[in-house]
T-cell receptor, first 115, second 110 residues
Framework: DGGITQSPKYLFRKEGQNVTLSCEQNLNHDAMYWYRQDPGQGLRLIYYSQIVNDFQKGDIAEGYSVSREKKESFPLTVTSAQKNPTAFYLC??????????????FGDGTRLSIL | EDQVTQSPEALRLQEGESSSLNCSYTVSGLRGLFWYRQDPGKGPEFLFTLYSAGEEKEKERLKATLTKKESFLHITAPKPEDSATYLCAVQENTGNQFYFGTGTSLTVIP
């Protein structure tokens, strides 16, 4: 079955530590996205990528970094510069937008907590 | 300024009691409006895409409609398994970003 796989499901970060969240898709989608979800807030965009080796900052990129070396993979690193990293992180992908309306499809998230 | 506002924040229904969820948006040019269902601890599950005012989509007990400034998700004779958070998102003509509302948490009581 095609889909988006996020790992790990739960992750704990120590003070001063960088952690990387994995996102893999086998939907042959061009675009991939990372969102952060906090209670009572809508999904907020961290980074997105429309094509391999290219990505753009979203609304809350500070303290995060990404890479897009392969079409299938879009890992997110939460750096020590992100002072409030506790949240539910969601990865999504969609077919190339162009002029058509392609919905995003989501993985099942990674819950990150501070030790 | 919020581009997408959903109401109510929470809704409790008796099984079989029909109701509607609202999603209003302020983007200038709409490329698409999307409805998702999210269960606790899971990622959002895609339900519908609406493109233009007057459009309607149906799936089982759910029906989504779109006007120029808002969308409604109508739930007919809901069952307990319809309990979830329903999210609305819009995409503007000018960009590649999606803007999400904060969701409506629906609880259907047997």
């Amino acid at each position: 079955d095609g889909g988006i796989t996020q790992s790990p499901k739960y992750l704990f970060r120590k003070e001063g530590q960088n952690v990387t969240l994995s996102c893999e898709q086998n939907l042959n989608h061009d675009a991939m996205y990372w969102y952060r979800q906090d209670p009572g807030q809508g999904l907020r965009l961290i980074y997105y990528s429309q094509i391999v080796n290219d990505f753009q900052k979203g609304d809350i990129a500070e303290g995060y970094s990404v890479s897009r070396e392969k079409k299938e993979s879009f890992p997110l690193t939460v750096t020590s510069a992100q002072k409030n990293p506790t949240a539910f992180y969601l990865c999504a992908s969609s077919a190339k937008q162009g002029y058509s309306n392609q919905p995003q499809h989501f993985g099942d998230g990674t819950r990150l907590s501070i030790l | 300024e919020d581009q997408v506002t959903q109401s109510p924040e929470a809704l409790r229904l008796q099984e079989g009691e029909s109701s509607s969820l609202n999603c209003s948006y302020t983007v200038s040019g709409l490329r698409g409006l999307f409805w998702y269902r999210q269960d606790p601890g899971k990622g959002p599950e895609f339900l519908f895409t609406l493109y233009s005012a007057g459009e309607e989509k149906e799936k089982e007990r759910l029906k989504a409609t779109l006007t120029k400034k808002e969308s409604f998700l109508h739930i007919t004779a809901p069952k307990p398994e319809d309990s979830a958070t329903y999210l609305c998102a819009v995409q503007e003509n000018t960009g590649n970003q999606f803007y999400f509302g904060t969701g409506t948490s629906l609880t259907v009581i047997p």
